[in-house]
């Protein structure tokens, strides 16, 4: 079935710091990707997607490019901030829905 | 617009008891869904409505969990009798057209 891999955390990271947080995907067909992020006591909030190959979501600084050939969709941004400390998930749809599966999450933490 | 509520935020019951847990989802949104999040994984869906019907329901427990979503609105989640490893976040998460929004979730803790 459908699957999502990311790093292992907790990341941590000074503020300004370069940010990567990788995922690759298993999937049948093409799907959509996604990266959702969920502050600490707050629900899961949709960062930035991507719906085919070579395609870059963006969103708030942070990057990701659908790599159809490397099965990745890596998150990116050039400066973190103490404020993006969170949890950020990555995940995929298949065909028309718009349910995600989602990855097991990969915890940030910022300092200042 | 207001998000998804959801209530309680956290519940602590022993073994073997009850309970439950309500959402309301955005209003206009057809769409609703359950997630369970364990700690350390990320979060899986348990059941989908649209409207008041069931659409998909294969990864829900039955013999001890229940949903239903009177009206097509609010929804209630319910185990009965838990077990140490349903121990997580509850999420809801309702939809109009595709984008999800999630409430901020039930954190259960079965001792």
């Known amino acids: 079935g459908d699957s999502v891999t990311q790093m292992e955390g907790p990341v941590t990271l000074s503020e300004e710091a370069f940010l990567t947080i990788n995922c690759t995907y298993t999937?049948?067909?093409?799907?959509?990707l996604f990266w959702y992020v969920q502050y600490p006591g707050e629900g899961l909030q949709l960062l930035l997607k991507?719906?085919?190959?070579?395609d870059k979501g963006s969103n708030k600084g942070f990057e990701a490019t659908y790599r159809k050939e490397t099965t990745s969709f890596h998150l990116e941004k050039g400066s973190v901030q103490v404020s993006d400390s969170a949890v950020y998930f990555c995940?995929?749809?298949?065909?028309?829905?718009?349910?995600?599966?989602f990855g097991r999450g990969t915890s940030l933490i910022v300092h200042p | 617009e207001a998000g998804v509520a959801q209530s309680p935020r956290y519940k602590i019951i022993e073994k073997r008891q009850s309970v439950a847990f309500w959402c309301n989802p955005i209003?206009?949104?057809?769409?609703l869904y359950w997630y369970q999040q364990i700690l350390g994984q990320g979060p899986k869906l348990l059941i989908q409505?649209?409207?008041?019907?069931?659409?998909?329901d294969s990864q829900l427990p039955k013999d001890r969990f229940s949903a239903e979503r009177l009206k097509g609105v609010d929804s209630t989640l319910k185990i009965q009798p838990a077990k140490l490893e349903d121990s997580a976040v509850y999420l809801c998460?309702?939809?109009?057209?595709?984008?999800?929004?999630f409430g901020p979730g039930t954190r259960l803790t079965v001792t």
């Open positions: 998460a309702s939809s109009l057209k595709g984008g999800m929004n």
């Open positions: 999937a049948t067909g093409y799907p959509s």
């Open positions: 991507a719906t085919k190959a070579d």
């Open positions: 995940a995929l749809s298949e065909g028309g829905s718009y349910i995600p599966t």
């Open positions: 209003s206009g949104h057809a769409t």
């Open positions: 409505f649209q409207n008041n019907g069931v659409v998909d």
